[in-house]
T-cell receptor
Framework: GAGVSQSPRYKVAKRGQDVALRCDPI?????LFWYQQALGQGPEFLTY????????KSGLPSDRFFAERPEGSVSTLKIQRTQQEDSAVYLC?????????????FGPGTRLTVL | SQQGEEDPQALSIQEGENATMNCSYK?????LQWYRQNSGRGLVHLIL?????REKHSGRLRVTLDTSKKSSSLLITASRAADTASYFC????????????FGQGTTLQVKP
């Protein structure tokens, strides 16, 4: 079956532009996570949805970052007024249920470069 | 913030040799997971070991967990060039979200 997909795979933005990154989780998966991965580092948690409810946004680095999952499936991570420090790979992951300790299924990521 | 630390940061071996990577973590855990990331790709889940388990096998992978030392190791036996990747340990935060806290990873190069 289809895995987690993300689009676009690559995004180049000028500093100050707004960007929107899309995640299509595995169909029927309840939990959806966003992570940010800087070059040479491990992923860092940004935010978590259980269905359409955003239960944890403690990892969002600033109020320029906003995520939504309005119908409990597709999710969008929006970054307003992008800065160079936002350059990273943004990973989306989903898991089948709301249980806290399962494995997560990751998408290929969106590589964002802010010039 | 990173939960774990892996060592070594980089490892280079010949095909057929074994590769061992270590991970240390700081807080109590429910389980510990290992993921692989090939260049330019997302993370692939390899194995999950629960806090009440000491050792687990999956194919050529062997994972150990020592909760008293807050450490885990991943052994890849009879390595192949296709095993070249970055390997991360991750622990779910003990909350109702299960967000994963990753280490910084070990970059493994297997030379043919």
């Amino acid at each position: 079956g289809a895995g987690v997909s993300q689009s676009p795979r690559y995004k180049v933005a000028k500093r100050g532009q707004d960007v929107a990154l899309r995640c299509d989780p595995i169909s029927g998966h309840v939990s959806l996570f966003w992570y940010q991965q800087a070059l040479g580092q491990g992923p860092e948690f940004l935010t978590y949805f259980q269905n359409e409810a955003q239960l944890d946004k403690s990892g969002l680095p600033s109020d320029r970052f906003f995520a939504e999952r309005p119908e409990g499936s597709v999710s969008t991570l929006k970054i307003q007024r992008t800065q160079q420090e936002d350059s990273a790979v943004y990973l989306c992951a989903s898991s089948p249920d709301g249980l806290a300790y399962n494995e997560q299924f990751f998408g290929p990521g969106t590589r964002l470069t802010v010039l | 913030s990173q939960q774990g630390e892996e060592d070594p940061q980089a490892l280079s071996i010949q095909e057929g040799e074994n590769a061992t990577m270590n991970c240390s973590y700081k807080t109590s855990i429910n389980n510990l997971q290992w993921y692989r990331q090939n260049s330019g790709r997302g993370l692939v889940h390899l194995i999950l070991i629960r806090s009440n388990e000491r050792e687990k096998h999956s194919g050529r992978l062997r994972v150990t967990l020592d909760t008293s030392k807050k450490s885990s190791s991943l052994l890849i036996t009879a390595s192949r060039a296709a095993d070249t990747a970055s390997y991360f340990c991750a622990t779910p935060r003990t909350s109702n979200t299960g967000k994963l806290i990753f280490g910084q990873g070990t970059t493994l190069q297997v030379k043919p």
